[in-house]
C-alpha cells in the first residue's frame, strides 16, 4: 500500500490518500482580516471542497470531522457557515470543541477524514 502525498511541504501535507481513504490536516482561514467566524469557516470550507476534489473524494464523502473554535462562543457563527454547506442527506460524524489555535487570528481549523472515489 502506498501514500499518495498532496500540497507536501516540510513538515505536513495538506493532504494524504491512501487505502481508500483521504484525510485532510487541519484547515485554517487564508484570509483573517476583519473576518469573523462564519466568514472563516466559509473560507476553510472552500479550501476543504477543493482539497478533497484533489484527492478524488468530495464533501458527499466526509466520514468525519473535527471543528476546532478559538472561542467555542462562535459555535453557532460557525455552525451557520458548516449548514449552507453541508449535504444534510450526507452529513458526516462531527466533534466540535474549543482549543487554542496557532495563530491569534484564527478563530476556526477544521480537519476532516473522508473516502476516496477516484
Not at 495538506?14 to 487564508?30: I, Q, R
Not at 483573517?32 to 476553510?44: G, I, L, N
Not at 450526507?90 to 487570528?105: F, I, N, Y
Request: proline letters at 2%; one cysteine or more.
Amino acid at each position: 500500500m502506498s501514500v499518495k502525498y498532496f500540497g507536501q511541504h516540510t513538515r505536513l501535507s495538506e493532504a494524504t490518500a491512501a487505502n481508500g481513504f483521504v484525510f485532510l490536516s487541519g484547515m485554517v482561514p487564508e484570509n483573517t482580516e476583519q473576518a469573523d467566524a462564519k466568514t472563516q469557516t466559509t473560507d476553510v470550507l472552500a479550501q476543504i471542497d477543493s482539497w478533497l476534489q484533489q484527492c478524488g473524494s468530495s464533501k458527499r464523502h466526509i466520514a468525519e470531522a473535527t471543528v476546532y473554535l478559538a472561542d467555542i462562543n462562535d459555535y453557532s457563527a460557525m455552525n451557520e457557515a458548516w449548514d449552507a454547506w453541508v449535504d444534510p442527506q450526507h452529513s458526516s460524524a462531527r466533534v466540535c470543541v474549543e482549543a487554542k489555535l496557532a495563530k491569534q487570528e484564527w478563530k476556526v481549523e477544521i480537519k476532516v477524514s473522508a473516502v476516496q472515489i477516484k
